[in-house]
């Protein structure tokens, strides 16, 4: 016996009506029965079938098991802290809960901050890893069926996400019209640009902003953005492939730090400075767009990314001069965390699906191609992309993606 994609999505179907017609009668709405994975009584879950084993929306059985990355030491040095787990239990959702198979992964600087436990010290481990995913519905909990259905695209924001399969509440899931890599640029990379610029940057037309590290994977939506603006739009990066991306972005000016001294040509070519910093990199970066802001300049901090590998996860910088060269000026530091600001994440993200949608916004994803061993497949090349991007060779959001073969077990 075998199902189709459209078979799986009518066994739901009849679930759910079966599930409202149990709730209804008087004797049985207390104790509404599921099968978990082991054939043991559990709580309910609409995705499910009549031989005791949940099946995706294409008709495959869901394992009973799956690979996920664990942090097993705190270390900065993500090859030491991350262990790969082949035979992790697959996660049993909850009644507001999605059962996501991720499509594809995503990689930031930060994966290697969370390793270090630097985010939250009373976490020790093993605890999961990975902030954000892209995927299928492939069962869900009956309050979560309000809303959702077996077989849809979705996105969302949680740690976790280093795994074949992740229980995703539903009010923090992102619906999607289809499963596309483009799509989870904007989940962190795109939201943390969208939002730390309106409601930190104060940009309007004619003014200088720069943009750090700008080829990577939120540098690429701060250019954009400010160009949106009508800003004129430094980027620094770190070769010529980098700055005719850069260029076909909309890019004003680039600056490749590897042969030209970024303080030279922003003192020679913006004597007045630049009025907003969109700075991730730190360190000697974060001195030279300090000296560089002009009066009344923003310097934005989204991260540091040069200082992350060290122990303390700090690049040193200039402080001592700090107070007198903001006074000097009238100028502000100003720091952004996504975590912050949640309560305007789901209007940024409809406002920048909406902008990839018309065409209006480069969605760059850059899957390790070009790297030695060749595209980023698989949950065991989630090491060799975080490598990849410590050695600032992407361009745009580096994206891991965990291929799936559907065959039928019934």
């Not at 799509?183 to 940009?203: C, H």
């Not at 994977?217 to 991306?245: M, P, R, Y």
Request: aromatic content about 10%; hydrophobic content about 40%.
């Amino acid at each position: 016996m075998s199902f189709s994609a459209k078979s799986g999505a009518s066994l739901s179907s009849r679930a759910a009506r079966w599930w409202w017609w149990w709730r209804q009668q008087p004797s049985c709405a207390a104790a509404a029965p599921a099968w978990s994975f082991g054939g043991s009584w559990s709580r309910p879950i609409l995705d499910m079938s009549y031989s005791r084993q949940f099946l995706d929306f294409q008709g495959s059985s869901i394992p009973s098991s799956m690979k996920k990355l664990v942090v097993t030491k705190l270390s900065q040095n993500f090859r030491e802290a991350v262990t790969l787990q082949q035979d992790s239990p697959v996660p049993l959702p909850g009644d507001g809960d999605l059962l996501v198979r991720n499509r594809f992964v995503g990689i930031n600087a930060s994966d290697i901050n969370y390793s270090a436990g630097r985010y939250d010290a009373s976490v020790k481990p093993p605890f999961d890893i990975g902030f954000e995913g892209v995927g299928e519905v492939v069962a869900l909990g009956l309050s979560a069926s309000a809303d959702y259905s077996v077989g849809q695209a979705v996105a969302y924001v949680k740690a976790g996400s280093f795994a074949e399969y992740t229980v995703v509440p539903a009010r923090q899931a992102v619906p999607l019209p289809s499963v596309k890599p483009e799509f989870l640029t904007l989940m962190v990379s795109g939201a943390t640009a969208y939002l730390s610029l309106k409601e930190l940057g104060d940009l309007s037309e004619g003014q200088k902003v720069l943009v750090t590290a700008a080829a990577g994977g939120t540098g690429q939506f701060a250019v954009q953005l400010a160009k949106k603006a009508k800003c004129h739009v430094i980027g620094t990066c770190s070769s010529d492939e980098k700055g005719g991306f850069l260029k076909s972005i909309g890019c004003d000016r680039t600056i490749n730090y590897k042969t030209e001294n970024v303080e030279s040509v922003l003192r020679k070519d913006y004597p007045e400075g630049v009025d907003v910093v969109y700075e991730s990199v730190g360190g000697k970066m974060f001195d030279l767009a300090l000296n560089a802001l002009a009066i009344k300049g923003r310097l934005i901090v989204i991260g540091f990314i040069a200082g992350y590998q060290n122990p303390t996860g700090l690049q040193p910088v200039k402080a001592e001069l700090l107070p007198a060269k903001l006074l000097k000026k009238s100028a502000s530091i100003r720091g952004f965390f996504l975590n912050h600001y949640l309560s305007d994440y789901k209007m940024a993200l409809q406002h920048l699906l909406k902008m990839y949608e018309r065409g209006d916004l480069v969605c760059e994803v850059d899957f390790g191609d070009m790297s030695p061993e060749g595209k980023f497949t698989g949950l065991e090349s989630v090491f060799r992309a975080v490598d990849y991007m410590y050695m600032g060779k992407n361009i745009g959001k580096i994206v891991v993606e965990l291929p799936h073969s559907v065959n039928s077990k019934l």
